[in-house]
Nanobody, 126 residues
Framework: QVQLVESGGGLVQAGGSLRLSCAAS????????MGWFRQAPGKEREFVGA????????RYADSVKGRFSISRDDAKNTVYLQMNSLKYEDTAVYYC???????????????????WGQGTQVTVSS
């Protein structure tokens, strides 16, 4: 069982930056791929980005490429989502999720992720 807790959300002006953190419990964190998803009001949850188990492969949604980056610190059981050049349309609840599969390319599919955090709100003012 893995428990995930996100933090770092808040209110930021367009063009600003935020860094989200996702702290994981459990001794097997280093073998998990980690993903970030988001859900805006009235919309379905969507993939944002993911990092594989050893940190050597990342994937991003086209809408955030070049602006967001994911990293992980296995010593701290934490994965990060650095968000730069934020736009109004980035406003959403952001969730981190864990996929126990050891693969090179992390999945973009929600169904691959067995464990989810409670989410953290990011609001970008225009």
């Amino acid at each position: 069982q893995v428990q995930l807790v996100e933090s770092g959300g808040g209110l930021v002006q367009a063009g600003g930056s935020l860094r989200l953190s996702c702290a994981a419990s459990g001794r097997t964190f280093s073998s998990y791929a980690m993903g970030w998803f988001r859900q805006a009001p009235g919309k379905e949850r969507e993939f944002v980005g993911a990092i594989n188990w050893n940190g050597r492969s990342t994937r991003y949604a086209d809408s955030v490429k070049g602006r967001f980056s994911i990293s992980r610190d296995d010593a701290k059981n934490t994965v990060y989502l650095q968000m730069n050049s934020l736009k109004y349309e980035d406003t959403a609840v952001y969730y981190c999720a864990a996929d126990p599969g050891i693969v090179y390319y992390p999945s973009v599919a929600e169904k691959r992720y067995n464990y989810w955090g409670q989410g953290t709100q990011v609001t970008v003012s225009s």
